[in-house]
């Protein structure tokens, strides 16, 4: 089981005035899992931050510190190995006797039988879109702090084996065939 993998990743960051942050970020991932018509997948974010403190006049007795701040990324998740194509498999089964095992063969050489899982051609990788913001608080020179945080997480063209009717000739086939919402 051989699969060949490549992937770049670049990434710029900028802090301006020590209160505003901000980061770009992009990766791009190769791999011989995926389809033909997508032999590539890119994956962009980013982030930014901003303590805005510094910026107004609360006096730290009220308020000693506060940010804001929104991220978004995506990644993703490669198909199964060879679900893009039909295969031949070679494997063992056992029979009705306890502890003997089996080999298909032909003339004493190793013997092939087709899978039942279907090839597709056109599977894409899953894709995870992920988005996130929130405020960071601190009262009172410090002694109380606050967090709030919304998170949303949003998985497409996730990979389901779905069964096909035998009459096909498969039992099954790899698909882009759902979503998922955190």
Same mark, same amino acid.
């Given at each position: 089981?051989?699969?060949?993998?490549?992937?770049?990743?670049?990434?710029?960051?900028?802090?301006?005035?020590?209160?505003?942050?901000?980061?770009?970020?992009?990766?791009?991932?190769?791999?011989?899992?995926?389809?033909? &018509?997508? $032999?590539?997948?890119? =994956?962009?974010?980013?982030?930014?931050?901003? +303590?805005?403190?510094? %910026?107004?006049?609360? *006096?730290?007795?009220?308020?000693?510190?506060?940010?804001?701040?929104?991220?978004?990324?995506?990644? &993703?998740? $490669?198909?199964?190995? =060879?679900?893009?194509?039909?295969?031949?498999? +070679?494997?063992?089964? %056992?029979?009705?006797? *306890?502890?003997?095992?089996?080999?298909?063969?032909?003339?004493?050489?190793?013997?092939?039988?087709?899978?039942?899982?279907?090839?597709?051609?056109?599977?894409?990788?899953?894709?995870?879109?992920?988005?996130? %913001?929130?405020?960071?608080?601190?009262?009172?020179?410090?002694?109380?702090?606050?967090?709030?945080?919304?998170?949303?997480?949003?998985?497409?063209?996730?990979?389901?084996?779905?069964?096909?009717?035998?009459?096909?000739?498969?039992? %099954?086939?790899?698909?882009?065939?759902?979503?998922?919402?955190?």
């Amino acid at each position: 089981e051989r699969r060949r993998v490549e992937g770049y990743f670049a990434q710029a960051n900028a802090d301006l005035y020590d209160q505003l942050f901000l980061q770009a970020r992009i990766r791009s991932d190769g791999n011989s899992a995926f389809g033909i &018509g997508n $032999q590539r997948a890119i =994956y962009p974010g980013a982030s930014a931050a901003w +303590s805005f403190t510094k %910026a107004i006049d609360v *006096p730290p007795s009220i308020l000693s510190f506060g940010k804001l701040r929104v991220a978004y990324g995506e990644s &993703g998740q $490669q198909p199964p190995l =060879y679900s893009t194509q039909d295969v031949f498999i +070679s494997t063992s089964f %056992a029979d009705f006797n *306890p502890g003997s095992l089996q080999a298909p063969n032909l003339n004493g050489l190793g013997g092939l039988y087709a899978s039942t899982t279907r090839g597709n051609a056109g599977i894409e990788p899953e894709r995870v879109r992920e988005l996130e %913001a929130g405020i960071d608080l601190s009262f009172l020179n410090g002694r109380a702090d606050l967090s709030v945080t919304r998170y949303d997480s949003r998985s497409q063209d996730v990979i389901f084996s779905v069964p096909t009717p035998p009459s096909t000739g498969y039992t %099954a086939v790899s698909l882009n065939a759902g979503e998922l919402t955190n």
